[in-house]
């Protein structure tokens, strides 16, 4: 029986539309691009629903898989797949793809079609890097996304624009060139690009470090890790809403998603052999870059430096090296892809009023948008880690982990608890409660229809996940079994 390929559509559809809107390119047709845009995007979405509705659970096999000659003399092949590890992230890129269609509804009328096909192009590649079973594929998939979020930041970006889209691309382009010849070395080793052959090479513990770190340059940039951090938050700063809510819930998703698909499995013995200063770095990240953002006076940059301090819990929990640190990790990318994306469409609600991203410039705000200020606090809450949140389940799963693998780490990591309640409810009390602070304020409106369901839809997720996160950690516990079942094994030749 032809199963019908499900991830080539949820791939080729948003891109294909935007293909075709960006053919339809002038402005006189914005509505026309718009409504192309939202039927792209939505029918990229409905395609995921069937691989999370008919996901076998209990299996750690690939699944949905498609695999076609490429190019065969290099046997190369169009080749992809899910399992437990990768199926929540497809489902996730497809679904935000179309909170950013909807959230640019109105707001971006400069260029519309331009903009609205950087973004669907942008979610296809990004659900290929995590469906791609090839590694090859992997890597052009990988590198491609860089293309459409470059533009998003540099065309429609602040006034530093130009800037941050260089940096952010030199930075990420620079951390993938080792990871390519790290790629091309297993194909010589193997004779093959697929990734399930390469997690079976025998490589000697020399082979397996340089291997690591190919990868660990092109991953911690990515996620971003601590000290290689530096270009989010002005990648943040400068990109429209739209780019901040597609780069903080899924493209630092890509980074943490090449460690389990790669890293790890791949060069297992140098995964534990360097572990401590991966644990090291990512504790940094979670107790520095916290207080970091404790000082910020700008909205962006204060959720930019909060995504490094918690992403810091996801590189945590993989190298740990147990279930629940592992389940505590994929739980937290998921999570904050909710989290994270909220807060960037909350600060860029008054943006698109004010115009201003300072903290000092607002005041009162509940007064004026009371319903946007009872949603804003959950995402607030949320992203301090309230209880009954998703925000809380990922990082105590992993602050559990800790407690088994080492109390002190545990001790360090559980002050995230603190910070994100500093810095969240900080921003939040200055910007939301007191007196109206001035004219500006006191003329805004709350949200429409239209901003209201876009938030209330991510709402629904992150109390969903708080309250019940077994469907997630259901789907996923059968792959982090087997992948750390492998890691535990020497590879060693």
Known sequence: MTVFPYL???????????????????DRNASLVRGISLVGSVLGFLVTLPLAFGFDRSSSALQF?????????LAIHYHLGVDGLSIWFVVL???ITVIVVVAAWEVIQDRVAQYMAAFLILSGLMIGVFAAVDGLLFYIFFEATLIPMYVIIGAWGGPNR?????????????????????????????GSFSIPDWHQLPLSMREQTLIF??????????????????????AHVEAPTGGSVVLAAIMLKLGAYGFIR????????????????????????IVYIGLVALVQSDMKKLVAYSSIAH?????????MFNTLGVQGAIVQMISHGFISGAM???IGVLYDRLHSRNIADYGGVVNTMPKFAALWMLFSMANAGLPATSGFVGEFMVILAAVDFNFWVAAAAATTLIWGAAYSLWMYKRVVFGAVANDKVAALTDIGRREFWMLMSLAVFVIAMGVYPKPVTDVTNASVDALLKHVAVSKIK
């Open 344 to 346: 960037f469409l909350c």
């Open 93 to 95: 890129t497809a679904f």
């Open 311 to 319: 992403m810091g819990f996801v590189t945590l929990g993989f190298f």
């Open 213 to 234: 770190f190919a990868f660990l340059l092109a991953f911690a940039v990515k996620v971003p890790m601590w000290p290689v951090h530096t270009w989010l938050p002005d």
């Open 65 to 73: 898989v498609e695999k076609h000659v490429w190019i065969e003399r």
């Open 262 to 285: 790669f890293s790890l499995p791949i060069a297992p013995d140098a995964s534990h052999e360097y572990a401590n200063l991966m644990i090291a770095l990512s504790l940094v990240a």
């Open 8 to 26: 080539s559509a949820a791939i080729w559809i948003p891109i294909l539309c935007g293909v075709l809107v960006l053919a339809i390119g002038a």
């Open 162 to 190: 130009v800037y941050a889209a260089f940096k952010f691309f030199l930075y990420t382009l620079l951390g993938s060139l080792l990871t390519l010849v790290a790629l091309i070395y297993l194909y010589s080793q193997s």
